[in-house]
């Protein structure tokens, strides 16, 4: 009787649903004006709009109603929008993640499914509004343009030649110390965005010991690297880079030809903390590098998946403030993994599906950055899929060493690591815990 009864419950409850306009509709068929559209406007547009660099538009039901089954597809294998952190497994809170969740992937497939309507326009959401290529990102962030822009020299990239890399040394024109506390790097013009594969900004100058803190271990390190996928960087709260008068900027620009003659310029773009405002903590760019015993010992065979590892000890406190994997054509992916001065073993974060054409960094949310005791030995994992599974290798019959040229390989993470001494280090530990049993 009891189940009986429940079963008239659950229907009449159902027969209300029915009643009620839109509600068992938008369980059983969402439409692109009132479902799909939102998550485009969200997680997609800003690549998926004319004139930039996705291979068509999302911003109308027109143009998007002839890639319906291709959209359901790449979401579906998790392949659109380009995140590649593995979500089995270590940390999943990150402050720029533009991954789609498990509602958004199942209400666009649905859609598909289900024919993939318009339904009524009235209930688009407001258009996307993006700043214009003259905008710099964090401009509105910060109240104005950068505080510096310092532009490498001009190069001019034939419409048809080989890969080049341009190495000029450019000064910054810096005639006191000041503290960073937001980055941007970005090819000049929307033509220079086609040749530029990516760009580092390396920081040349005189250090002082005492300058570097925390930090003296690794030095004043690279400002920032530039690629498809990446905006830019801002520094955690009362932390920030020094940049020092009289420094300069190394640039290391990889450009591609694109079939036309381009000539154009990188530009670096400096957002700097008030003069009488400096932050506490130094934070230091570093490539880790998962080579053992350097890159000359990289040596991938043809038609074999090929694994290498490399062990970095922190000799001082600090925190992890982002993970971005860097390899070529046959990198498949990549781990941090955390051993504790207890023995304690914490994977930190894993791509496992890693793709050569987005260069996604992943930025840790505020209390999901791990706080690393010095002694801490971190341990960099790369493989490789130099088959003919690897639907990008050009060729699986090569053997593959390291360098520069995209046929070639590498395997290094781009860190942030903000520095502290036992004290403070002791303290952000201790306020963390605070704050998490507070939420709990």
Not at 13 to 42: C, H, K, N, W
Not at 232 to 240: A, K, T
Request: hydrophobic share 40%; proline share 7%; aromatic share 8%.
């Amino acid at each position: 009787m009891t189940a009986r009864l429940g079963w008239v419950t659950s229907g009449l409850v159902l027969a209300a649903m029915l009643a009620v306009p839109g509600v068992a509709l938008a369980q059983a068929e969402p439409t692109y004006s009132r479902d799909v559209a939102p998550i485009f406007r969200e997680k997609c547009e800003n690549c998926h709009r004319p004139g930039y660099i996705a291979p068509m538009s999302l911003q109308t039901y027109a143009e998007s109603r002839p890639w319906a089954r291709s959209i359901k597809n790449r979401v579906e294998i998790r392949q659109m929008p380009p995140w590649h952190i593995d979500p089995a497994v270590g940390i999943q809170e990150f402050d720029n993640d533009r991954s789609l969740t498990r509602n958004e992937i199942d209400t666009i497939v649905r859609w598909v499914d289900g024919g993939a309507p318009q339904g009524d326009p009235s209930d688009l959401p407001p258009a996307a509004v993006f700043a214009d290529d003259d905008v710099w990102n964090f401009a509105e962030r910060f109240d104005g343009a950068p505080d510096v822009v310092i532009y490498s020299t001009p190069y001019t990239m034939r419409a048809l030649a080989q890969d080049a890399w341009w190495k000029p040394e450019v000064p910054t024109g810096l005639t006191e110390d000041r503290w960073i506390r937001a980055i941007e790097i970005r090819p000049s013009t929307v033509a220079g965005r086609t040749i530029t594969h990516h760009a580092l900004a390396r920081l040349q100058q005189e250090e002082d010991p005492e300058d570097l803190g925390a930090a003296s271990e690794v030095g004043p390190g690279i400002l920032m690297e530039w690629a498809v996928g990446k905006q830019g960087e801002i520094m955690r709260e009362n932390s920030g880079k020094l940049i020092k008068a009289d420094s300069s900027i190394v640039w290391d620009i990889h450009y591609s030809s694109a079939g036309e003659e381009v000539t154009d310029t990188v530009e670096l773009g400096l957002y700097l903390y008030p003069k009488d405002a400096p932050p506490k903590f130094r934070q230091v760019l570093s490539a880790w590098s998962s080579l053992e015993g350097g890159s000359g010992n990289l040596s991938i065979p043809p038609n074999q998946i090929t694994a290498t590892e490399r062990f970095h000890v922190l000799r001082q406190n600090g925190r992890l403030e982002n993970f971005q994997p860097h390899m070529h054509l046959r990198g498949k992916g990549m781990q941090l993994t955390a051993v504790l001065p207890s023995g304690e073993t914490q994977v930190i974060s894993r791509v496992s599906d890693f793709n050569f054409n987005w260069h996604n960094n992943y930025v840790y949310a505020d209390d999901a950055a791990p706080l690393l005791p010095k002694g801490t030995v971190i341990a960099v994992k790369s493989w490789y899929d130099n088959t003919s599974a690897n639907r990008a290798n050009p060729d699986p019959n090569q053997w593959v060493g390291y360098g520069d040229r995209t046929v070639d390989e590498m395997g290094h993470a781009w860190v942030n690591m903000t520095y502290m001494d036992d004290d403070d280090f002791a303290t952000a530990v201790a306020e963390r815990e605070a704050r998490q049993t507070d939420e709990n």
